[in-house]
């Protein structure tokens, strides 16, 4: 399973550098077998001596490969450290920045055609959850206009916004039902994000179309990270 951490805003240079080791040491010491994927933020990012199957990505790059972009970064900046996974369509990139599916899939493009594993996050917002499934399935494929989902190195995120950071976590059945009709066009792996803790794993990785998660506020904490790590071991 894929058992993913994305920092946000949050850890700094030196409390990455410390969240790494200790996450490497665990995964040594238990041997686990799922593929990890932690996302710092930009200015915590470095070439990390890791486990096989612990990849570090960066949460969001301009699709250019160096330029005059104030505030962002680009090729040239993953390349020095040897990065090669990216997040691409976050919704809080969508919805706080404002990125439309364009630059959405702009950002794909060239991060595809640079040979990156790529996270693609898609997620409604309550008010679409509220009319129903089909206008959930509708507002999702709006969100995968112009992404080739037949990369082979694509793995999609579902993560509905009114689920992320609220400690509201959508229902095994809600999550189910919207895993089932993006697997009827997606055949990538499937992760579900939105308010995962160590309490609600076992039952969300259980959910015959998931196919890991992406964790944000309780993944953090790199003990409690260790811990839902330690329960899809445990499956
Ligand atoms: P939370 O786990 O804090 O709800 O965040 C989920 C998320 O956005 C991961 O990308």
Known sequence: MIIASNFKTNHTRASTKHYLQTLDTFVKESGSKQEVLVFPPATALDS????????????????VEKGSFTGEIGLEQIDEFGLKTILIGHSERRHIMNETQELCA?????????????VYCIGEPKEVREEGIDAVIAYNETQLEGIDLLYDK????????WAIGTG??????????????LREKI??????GGSVKPA???????????DGVLIGTASWDVENFCEMIEIADSM
């Not at 702009?106 to 790529?118: C, H, L, P, R, V």
């Not at 055949?187 to 579900?192: T, W």
């Open 48 to 63: 990390f001596e890791l486990a096989e199957n612990i990849r570090v990505g960066v949460q969001n790059a301009y699709p």
């Open 106 to 118: 702009k950002k794909y493009d060239f991060f595809k055609a640079q040979g990156f594993e790529i």
């Open 154 to 161: 694509l793995i999609v995120a579902y993560e509905p916004v």
């Open 168 to 181: 509201l976590t959508a229902s095994p059945e809600q999550i189910e039902e919207t895993l089932v009709k």
């Open 187 to 192: 055949k990538a792996p499937l992760l579900y």
């Open 200 to 210: 609600n794993t076992k039952e969300i990785l259980q959910l015959p179309n998931c």
